[in-house]
T-cell receptor, first 113, second 115 residues
């Protein structure tokens, strides 16, 4: 089955700097890669997703890149703000078209003012 | 409702007791998922429903865990003879099924503590 590894487990950056979180996946048949943000006491919320037919997707300060050959994808947050502090999870579907998502272990991002 | 609703939000139970966790998905969402999140860990898949059937229940940890969904809406996750290692946050999510992956909306979870 699919295995997703996420790094780093914790990340601390100065407000205004950029943050990058990286994930690798094992199943080359996976074709859907969402990123979720989880704030304390809340359920995860989708912030951006990418499908395997594109290499990059941007939404304002957030971007995701996908390298299918290397089987890794990354989340980039630019101009970080205190409200970006949260736990971020990457995920991949178990195989093409599968509804089951396999999640990484999460990255706790702290933005220092 | 506006989002996925889970109840109770917190549950403390004694070891050996049975518990039922409820999930009300977003109206019209045919796909429903249960995940488990242990302290400081990622999300562990438990089971997936499409309508009332469960094509993938591969993540249920043992036969003490079961889930059902009725009327294509509400789902109940039942844990029998609870153990301390069952303590975790149980998250439910729902999505519209279109043949390819769409956004899964999560509830706030039920925090289960087995004492």
């Amino acid at each position: 089955g699919e295995n997703v590894e996420q790094h780093p487990s914790t990340l601390s950056v100065q407000e205004g700097d950029s943050a990058v979180i990286k994930c690798t996946y094992s199943d080359s048949a996976s074709n859907y890669f969402p990123w979720y943000k989880q704030e304390l006491g809340k359920g995860p919320q989708l912030i951006i997703d990418i499908r395997s037919n594109v290499g990059e997707k941007k939404d304002q300060r957030i971007a995701v890149t996908l390298n299918k050959t290397a089987k890794h994808f990354s989340l980039h947050i630019t101009e970080t703000q205190p409200e970006d502090s949260a736990v971020y999870f990457c995920a991949a579907n178990e195989n093409q078209g599968a509804q089951k998502l396999v999640f990484g272990q999460g990255t706790r991002l702290t933005i220092n003012p | 409702g506006a989002g996925v609703s889970q109840s109770p939000s917190n549950k403390v139970t004694e070891k050996g007791k049975d518990v039922e966790l409820r999930c009300d998905p977003i109206s019209g969402h045919t796909a429903l998922y249960w995940y488990r999140q242990s302290l400081g860990q990622g999300l562990e898949f438990l089971i997936y429903f499409q309508g009332n059937s469960a094509p993938d229940k591969s993540g249920l940890p043992s036969d003490r865990f079961s889930a059902e969904r009725t009327g294509g809406s509400v789902s109940t996750l039942t844990i029998q003879r609870t153990q301390q290692e069952d303590s975790a946050v149980y998250l439910c999510a729902s999505s519209i099924y279109t043949g390819q992956n769409t956004e899964a909306f999560f509830g706030q979870g039920t925090r289960l503590t087995v004492v």
